[in-house]
Every structure is written in structure tokens, then in C-alpha cells.
């Protein structure tokens, strides 16, 4: 008896590793979708409302096409502490871009605006990913907190692409639908997306096998059919306004924006195109601080010839 169960037992251990051995040959064959270790699973967390957010107060070393330090304050915001307003605010929402990918903090055109204008107070609100729906969601929730007298929106060419998804590099995020003339929130509370557990569990995620059962057990991904963009810019172009505040638009590259410039000109929104060849010629192509710093410099003559630094 005991010699059977013994038999039997080790059998099922060899057909249950030949299983797996298959399975994961299988699935090397199969599975072409990674999940990677990046900015947002090594320095971001799950947020329910917004799909993912800096980790508060947190310090961590992160490469992309180079080794950069970033630090994240009280609020989880890549930037120094805001408190008690004492000086004018022009906060600046927008996606890597902003948040500055590939570059220190001080090498960011928001570090170099705000040498320019030391009797301002800049603040830097970016978060790396976030398409207009999640910067949208994001000023609506921080606008009382930190009081700004001026909101510039910074657009990247590929927030179209995730204006229109629940799910962006991934992650799960919110969404819109334009429907009966107003803008709708869907995908809240967010689900937990996958590649957060790449961080905690590098080796276990290495495993086609692990990734393709994650593939078959995600939430079903959703693309919008009508692009909500335009809605969405206008919804944060009243909401800013609503609350006392000016409201500007800078494009990164001037590629593939073609109706938000000429949405920006029929309601009178000034925007300024940032295109410019300081970029790294990887992973997204970001400005150098050299780019960084050309930036700050066409905001300081676009601000000035808006007579905003004379209010």
C-alpha cells in the first residue's frame, strides 16, 4: 500500500513538472506581452481613482536611458513641498514630459522657469503616463490644495491614444465617453493592474507561464470609439476658469495635434508648440536638460507676451 501511494505520488509530481516544463515552452511560443520593471511599478503605487500615483514622500534610483535620482514630496508630487500660498502659482500638469523622464530634478524646464522667476512659485503637478483624462481627474482633485492662479497643460501626441483606452502600458486607468452632450467617467474605482507585482516579484514574473495566465485572468481592456479629447480639454478649460484661474495649452511636439490647436484658437486658449531637437533618442524620446531648458525658455517669452508676469 504504502509502496503505491509512494508510486503514485511521484508520479504526479513528474507529470505535474512535465506540465509546467510544457506549459512554459508553450507559452514562450505564445506569450510575446511582457511586464517590465519601469517608472511606475518601481516608483508609483496602485491609486484607485487615477490608476497609478507616486509613492508618497519617496526616494528611488530609476534608469531609463540614463541613472536618474527621483524624489517624490508629502504629496507624491516630483517637486519640493507647497504649503501656505504666499506667492502668484502657475502649475504645470502633463505626463513624463513634465514629471521629467530622463532627467534630475533641477535639470527640468519647471527648475529652470522657476530660477527665471523667483517671485513666482512653480509647481510641478506631472506624473509619467497619464493621458488628458487622468490630468483632467487630477486637477479637479488638487486645484483647492494648492490655489494656482495659472494651469498649463502640457500635451504629449500619444494622449489621444490614451484618451480612448481603459488601459495604458498595462495599467488599468480611467476613462471618458462623450454621451448626450457631457463628458462620463468610467473604470473607477480602478483595477489593480499586473505590473505592479513585477517590482515585488521580478523573478516569478520572468515566467511566460505566470504571464500568460495573468493575460487570460486581466479585466477585458476597452478602446472608445469616438475620441473624447477635445471634451476632455474643454472640461479642464472651464473647470480652471470656474475657479478663478488662467488657462494655457503647450503641445510637445507640433505633429498630430492639428484639431486641439484649432480648438485652442476658436476658444481663444493660448498655446505655444515646445518642439524642439534636444531629445534623447531613446525610450520616448524625452528632452535632455538641454531640451529642458529650451522649453523653459520659450514658456518665460510665451508668459511674457501674455503680460502674465506683469499681473
Given at each position: 500500500m504504502a509502496k503505491k501511494l509512494m508510486f503514485s505520488f511521484f508520479t504526479l509530481l513528474i507529470s505535474s513538472v512535465i506540465l509546467i516544463i510544457g506549459g512554459e515552452i508553450l507559452a514562450r511560443l505564445l506569450v510575446k506581452e511582457k511586464y517590465i520593471l519601469d517608472e511606475m511599478n518601481l516608483t508609483y503605487r496602485h491609486d484607485e481613482e487615477l490608476g497609478w500615483f507616486p509613492v508618497e514622500n519617496s526616494s528611488k534610483q530609476f534608469k531609463g536611458t540614463r541613472l536618474i535620482n527621483v524624489k517624490h514630496n508629502k504629496n507624491g508630487f516630483r517637486d519640493i513641498d507647497h504649503d501656505s500660498k504666499k506667492k502668484k502659482r502657475i502649475a504645470f500638469i502633463g505626463d513624463s514630459f513634465v514629471w521629467g523622464y530622463d532627467v534630475e530634478y533641477g535639470e527640468r524646464f519647471t527648475e529652470y522657469l522657476q530660477n527665471?522667476?523667483?517671485?513666482?512659485?512653480?509647481?510641478?503637478?506631472?506624473?509619467?503616463?497619464?493621458?488628458?483624462?487622468?490630468?483632467?481627474?487630477?486637477?479637479?482633485?488638487?486645484?483647492?490644495?494648492?490655489?494656482?492662479?495659472?494651469?498649463?497643460?502640457?500635451?504629449?501626441?500619444?494622449?489621444?491614444?490614451?484618451?480612448r483606452r481603459n488601459n495604458l502600458y498595462n495599467y488599468y486607468k480611467p476613462y471618458f465617453t462623450y454621451t448626450e452632450n457631457k463628458l462620463v467617467k468610467h473604470g473607477t474605482p480602478v483595477s489593480k493592474s499586473l505590473p505592479y507585482y513585477t517590482g515585488k516579484y521580478p523573478n516569478l514574473?520572468?515566467?511566460?507561464?505566470?504571464?500568460?495566465?495573468?493575460?487570460?485572468?486581466?479585466?477585458?481592456?476597452?478602446?472608445?470609439?469616438?475620441?473624447?479629447?477635445?471634451?476632455?480639454?474643454?472640461?479642464m478649460n472651464v473647470?480652471?476658469?470656474?475657479?478663478?484661474?488662467?488657462?494655457?495649452?503647450?503641445?510637445?511636439?507640433?505633429?498630430?495635434?492639428?484639431?486641439?490647436?484649432?480648438?485652442?484658437?476658436?476658444?481663444?486658449?493660448?498655446?505655444?508648440?515646445?518642439?524642439?531637437?534636444?531629445?534623447?533618442d531613446t525610450n520616448g524620446y524625452h528632452w535632455t536638460p538641454e531640451g529642458n531648458n529650451f522649453v523653459s525658455t520659450k514658456i518665460y517669452q510665451f508668459l511674457k507676451e501674455q503680460k502674465v508676469l506683469t499681473e
Amino acid at each position: 500500500m504504502a509502496k503505491k501511494l509512494m508510486f503514485s505520488f511521484f508520479t504526479l509530481l513528474i507529470s505535474s513538472v512535465i506540465l509546467i516544463i510544457g506549459g512554459e515552452i508553450l507559452a514562450r511560443l505564445l506569450v510575446k506581452e511582457k511586464y517590465i520593471l519601469d517608472e511606475m511599478n518601481l516608483t508609483y503605487r496602485h491609486d484607485e481613482e487615477l490608476g497609478w500615483f507616486p509613492v508618497e514622500n519617496s526616494s528611488k534610483q530609476f534608469k531609463g536611458t540614463r541613472l536618474i535620482n527621483v524624489k517624490h514630496n508629502k504629496n507624491g508630487f516630483r517637486d519640493i513641498d507647497h504649503d501656505s500660498k504666499k506667492k502668484k502659482r502657475i502649475a504645470f500638469i502633463g505626463d513624463s514630459f513634465v514629471w521629467g523622464y530622463d532627467v534630475e530634478y533641477g535639470e527640468r524646464f519647471t527648475e529652470y522657469l522657476q530660477n527665471r522667476l523667483p517671485e513666482w512659485e512653480i509647481l510641478n503637478m506631472g506624473i509619467s503616463g497619464y493621458s488628458n483624462d487622468q490630468e483632467l481627474i487630477l486637477i479637479q482633485k488638487w486645484f483647492n490644495y494648492f490655489k494656482p492662479d495659472f494651469v498649463f497643460l502640457v500635451i504629449c501626441d500619444n494622449d489621444m491614444v490614451g484618451n480612448r483606452r481603459n488601459n495604458l502600458y498595462n495599467y488599468y486607468k480611467p476613462y471618458f465617453t462623450y454621451t448626450e452632450n457631457k463628458l462620463v467617467k468610467h473604470g473607477t474605482p480602478v483595477s489593480k493592474s499586473l505590473p505592479y507585482y513585477t517590482g515585488k516579484y521580478p523573478n516569478l514574473l520572468k515566467s511566460r507561464l505566470v504571464q500568460g495566465i495573468i493575460q487570460v485572468t486581466r479585466q477585458k481592456r476597452i478602446i472608445v470609439e469616438d475620441d473624447p479629447t477635445i471634451e476632455i480639454i474643454n472640461e479642464m478649460n472651464v473647470f480652471v476658469k470656474l475657479k478663478g484661474a488662467r488657462f494655457f495649452i503647450a503641445f510637445t511636439d507640433d505633429a498630430g495635434a492639428e484639431e486641439e490647436c484649432s480648438y485652442c484658437e476658436s476658444s481663444n486658449i493660448p498655446y505655444l508648440l515646445l518642439t524642439n531637437n534636444y531629445r534623447y533618442d531613446t525610450n520616448g524620446y524625452h528632452w535632455t536638460p538641454e531640451g529642458n531648458n529650451f522649453v523653459s525658455t520659450k514658456i518665460y517669452q510665451f508668459l511674457k507676451e501674455q503680460k502674465v508676469l506683469t499681473e
